[in-house]
């Protein structure tokens, strides 16, 4: 039997995430966890990412450049707000097999 998908939430450090939205769907399949702290350290963060099998980033706070990410051999899938992540090592995400997805954005200014 295959041990259960695990996915991580970074950066959250309002604690809402799970709050926002309907994450049944996930949660159903998943197991979930949040972390409400940022972590700087790349050693630090590979050893919190590493039993994950997918990363959820909020926008450009946590970087995941190719020296992370060769890392993280379970790692299949990062989800990113936005429509792009310019922390995310786009190249060596592909060379690994990893898939990155985006949400949607406008680029129109908020009103004042």
Same mark, same amino acid.
Request: proline share 6%.
């Given at each position: 039997?295959?041990?259960?998908? !695990?996915? +991580?939430?970074? $950066?959250?450090?309002?604690?809402?995430?799970?709050?926002?939205?309907?994450?049944?769907? @996930?949660?159903? /399949?998943?197991?979930?966890?949040?972390?409400?702290?940022?972590?700087?350290?790349?050693?630090?963060?590979?050893? !919190?990412? +590493?039993?994950? $099998?997918?990363?959820?980033?909020?926008?450009?706070?946590?970087?995941?450049?190719?020296? @992370?990410?060769? /890392?993280?051999?379970?790692?299949?899938?990062?989800?990113?707000?936005?429509?792009?992540?310019?922390?995310?090592?786009?190249? +060596?995400?592909?060379?690994?097999?990893?898939?990155?997805?985006?949400?949607?954005?406008?680029?129109?200014?908020?009103?004042?």
């Amino acid at each position: 039997m295959n041990p259960p998908l !695990r996915v +991580a939430v970074l $950066d959250d450090y309002q604690n809402v995430a799970l709050q926002m939205t309907d994450w049944s769907p @996930v949660t159903s /399949r998943a197991e979930v966890m949040v972390f409400d702290d940022h972590l700087a350290d790349e050693d630090a963060l590979v050893a !919190r990412l +590493a039993p994950f $099998d997918v990363v959820f980033v909020m926008r450009e706070r946590t970087p995941l450049p190719r020296s @992370v990410l060769h /890392r993280l051999p379970r790692l299949r899938m990062i989800a990113s707000t936005g429509n792009a992540n310019a922390s995310i090592d786009m190249a +060596a995400a592909a060379e690994l097999g990893i898939h990155v997805s985006h949400t949607g954005g406008s680029v129109a200014s908020t009103v004042e």
